[in-house]
């Protein structure tokens, strides 16, 4: 018996050949870039990762935003870094018209009208003194329940202050973070009754519980004081779930459905395509999968340009349509130079 030499290697033979098969592009356009903005000051380095800053609304910021566009990247997602001083047990900084973030907006606004594409992180743990994405109440002690619980319904509205009070900034998309169940439908109500019916929603729909975020709550000082975010982020154990939770936010009224973090959930994020392909799906590379990859490139362990250009390509590969990632205006500016690991 003879066996064929099949040869899939013809495909592979030069760059050219390489190119016109190549199933995955990644563009600037694919790119939301993720921004700290904060009150006043100077610009602040995030030492947990190198190359981010926290921003004072002004200037530099527009400065950011306006490079990105160059590059083709046209969407921005704003986190608001607010003094702890400042901070209190239901996060109401999160919601003043003339906050962090609700000025930030309108600077963006006013300098580049419709030709960004501006979405703002909606939830409390950045504005609360105790750090949870709800409000802390007393244990539900008939369940022998010691820490105190994270509550659900009254959290709801708060959510939806926020967000209506980023829309009236001039948000294109508001992206609930919390993991509050109902927040969608929460919010979609609140910004139809108040007139913002073409304010949209990205929810982060299926959020797992993750050491991921680590740096992430370094920036923002968001670590929560005391227990943690398993009561509400989804169980990293769980693939399925995440069916449920997308589809939950689709009747909702999500309009852009998000899956975080993107590396270690690769399977998740093509599960969630196939069943959900008519929403676009955003994959969120977060500050723990950046770090990793500058602290090794510092350390001069691996090729930068080239591991990141192969995990963006995964994650849209898997099925993302968008990521936000904090290498966005790097592999921007490397995809303009021509540069192609491929
Ligand atoms: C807050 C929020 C988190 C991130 C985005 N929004 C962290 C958390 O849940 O503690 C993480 C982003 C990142 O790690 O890059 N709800």
């Given at each position: 018996?003879?066996?064929p030499?099949?040869r899939?290697r ?8 390489r ?8 563009l600037?356009?694919?790119f ?8 006043g000051?100077?610009k ?8 981010q800053y ?13 490079r ?16 702890d ?37 909606v939830?409390?743990?950045g ?7 709800g409000?802390?109440?007393e244990?539900?002690?008939?369940r022998g329940?010691r ?5 659900n ?8 202050r ?14 609930p973070?919390?993991m509050?169940d109902?927040?969608?439908s929460?919010?979609?109500a ?19 519980c993750?050491?991921?975020y ?12 005391f ?7 989804m ?10 939770e ?21 399977d ?20 723990g999968?950046?770090?990793m ?9 691996i ?9 963006l ?10 990521i ?10 490397w ?8």
């Amino acid at each position: 018996m003879s066996y064929p030499v099949l040869r899939p290697r013809r495909l592979r033979l030069t760059k050219a050949i390489r190119d016109i098969v190549a199933e995955t592009r990644v563009l600037p356009s694919d790119f939301i870039m993720p921004v700290f903005v904060k009150e006043g000051g100077g610009k602040e380095p995030i030492e947990a990762m190198p190359g981010q800053y926290r921003l004072p609304v002004g200037d530099e910021l527009v400065r950011l935003v306006g490079r990105g566009l160059e590059l083709g990247v046209k969407a921005v997602l704003l986190f608001g870094v607010v003094p702890d001083a400042v901070k209190d047990e239901t996060g109401s900084a999160a919601y003043d018209p003339n906050g962090v973030v609700q000025r930030a907006v309108r600077l963006l606004r006013r300098e580049f009208g419709e030709d960004v594409v501006v979405f703002t992180d909606v939830c409390l743990c950045g504005y609360t003194r105790h750090g949870h994405c709800g409000l802390p109440v007393e244990p539900i002690k008939r369940r022998g329940m010691r820490g105190r619980f994270i509550e659900n319904d009254e959290t709801l509205k708060l959510i939806a202050r926020i967000a209506v009070s980023h829309a009236e900034a001039g948000a294109d998309f508001v992206a609930p973070s919390g993991m509050m169940d109902g927040m969608v439908s929460a919010i979609r109500a609140a910004l139809d009754k108040e007139g913002y019916s073409d304010v949209g929603i990205m929810s982060y729909a299926v959020k797992y519980c993750s050491g991921f975020y680590g740096p992430f709550r370094e920036a923002m000082s968001s670590a929560p004081r005391f227990g943690d975010r398993r009561s509400y982020q989804m169980d990293p154990r769980n693939a399925y779930e995440a069916l449920k939770e997308a589809r939950l936010d689709v009747e909702e009224g999500a309009d852009i459905l998000m899956v975080k973090p993107a590396l270690a959930y690769l399977d998740v994020i093509r599960l969630v395509k196939n069943y959900f392909t008519e929403y676009p799906l955003a994959a969120y590379n977060v500050s723990g999968e950046y770090s990793m990859v500058k602290a090794a490139a510092e350390k001069g362990w691996i090729d930068e340009r080239r591991v990141v250009m192969e995990i963006l390509t995964a994650i849209k590969r898997a099925g993302a349509d968008l990521i936000i990632t904090y290498h966005a205006l790097d592999a921007a500016e490397w995809i303009r130079e021509g540069y192609d690991p491929f």
